[in-house]
């Protein structure tokens, strides 16, 4: 379950809960102006916490190592396609929005989104 | 050093209604405290089939907690004995998936493998400067400094049906190369398998005052070469046991069978021939099957669901348990369903695999909820689970006796069921349920 390198530009070492040691895949975008910070997870490479149970932890760690305004950025989480035989680990990008209840702080982009973003 | 006596809790939880229940002795807390200094007495009580007395006396508490489902009983625990001015200590694998609201309830937790690590703690503790957290995640110590377990702390006869002994747990290595969907054991243990030394595991395995175990490794699967110098290795010891997966081979199966495999788990998924053949495959070798199915994955449809549950009776399964596709915290499944806002129910006394705690793709809650108690119904209406049950015993049984390994149960406890008196009131297949 290897995920591909083509979903990152570098892989991010960081600390996830109780500050383990964990690493993901990152890769920031400006498109039309806007900051895209792109986090990968990568399942088995990952020796710590997911991207996703890390949260906006992540998210202020590599505005901090990369010098970005937290506030100027659009976070997105990616869910790598693996070639697996399960649908669980098709390909998703996720807009996160920390600031919102749980239940919408999550938004999926669609497949014309991720294509505008990614390319 | 001065003596430190600690209770050791294992908490109790609420057990699936209409299901057999076995209380085996629990694994973490005697692997724990097989890391503890000799100066710590230790008294060690499971809740699940004995009282938990508050006011006996001890000098630091250690709450030590497997299942997602005990972390609520393990905090009133530590309420209990806060009003009483004591020190609470808490690890084991659900404080380290529910770490961030455990640390709110106790003195200190400890997350992580405790080999080497124990005593330190207690000096702290002595000193007045015991840590809130003693964090090893990710950090696991040599597996080879991973001893036997302090089984002597049971009290051997409340683990006891009708006088028929219950299973040791016992495990050959630690963590798991695999990441699988509904599975937090690499996230606990590591993302490497970690097999124990052979002669370690042996000499191990020769201590335990019972021929009958379980394997508790998430999947011996893991190394080919392993796996069959271990076979090797423990078959003198004509234990008998049970396991997870073991490698689809034929030279593995017929080590795994020559070296006392009884049954093993093995997941149905779906209804194709390999999992028939893989079935029959074990039979061949004399090794049961106990299918486990989970329910309610994002593939299924409620008639996806009884498809399979009808596909076990064509595979002549020994045993089936059923279990709902439960988002445990480090899973891949709870960031799925967290992101897709489809987690509806954050009660971990719900997280017990019987209940629905979240929005299926392809079924309503309460669809999934009537698969899974259809799928208990319908596998065992001919015969009960605990008839099942009775024919694996047998089994082994026979081979015991052929090996002269056969220890008669116990008459004295034949009217006790873990500890209590055995209800002898008759169910039927209806009401059993």
Known sequence: ?119 | METIKMKLIYPKWKKLPGQTTFNLPPHGPVAFAATLPEYVDIDFVDENVEELNFDDPCDIVALSTMLSTQVKRAWEIAAEYHKRGKTVLAGGISAMLHAEEYVNHVDSLFLGESEGRSEQVLLDWKEGKLKKVYNFLGKQPPIESVGPCRRDLYKRELYNHKGVQMVDLFHASRGCRFSCYPCAVSYLGGRKFRPRPIDKVVEDLAGIDNNRLFIVDNSLAQDKEWEKELFRAIAPLKKKWISHTIEDDPEVLDLAAKAGAWYVYQAVYDTSDYIKERVKRYHDNGIGVEGTILLGLDNQTVDDCKRLIDFLGEIDLDLAEFTIMTPFPHTKAYDDYLRQGRIFDFDWNHYNAGQVVFKPAQMTPDELQGVYEYAWQSFYKDETQESKMFRLFCNVALREMNEGTYRPRNRALANKSFGKDVDRSIKTHQNAF
Not at chain 1, 70 to 77: A, T
Request: hydrophobic residues 30%; proline residues 4%.
């Open chain 1, 1 to 119: 379950m290897k995920v591909s390198e083509s979903y990152y530009d570098e892989l991010f070492p960081f600390l996830g809960q109780w500050d383990m040691e964990s690493l993901c895949g990152l890769k920031i975008r400006t498109v039309d102006g806007k900051t895209y910070v792109i986090v990968t997870e990568l399942y088995q490479e990952n020796p710590g916490s997911s991207v996703t149970y890390t949260g906006e932890y992540l998210k202020q760690q590599i505005c901090k190592a990369k010098g970005l305004d937290p506030d100027k950025i659009v976070y997105l989480e990616c869910n790598p396609n693996t070639n697996s035989k399960l649908s669980f680990y098709d390909e998703e990008f996720f807009e996160v929005n920390f600031a919102a209840d749980p239940q919408s702080r999550y938004r999926r982009l669609s497949v014309d989104e991720v294509k505008h973003i990614v390319g």
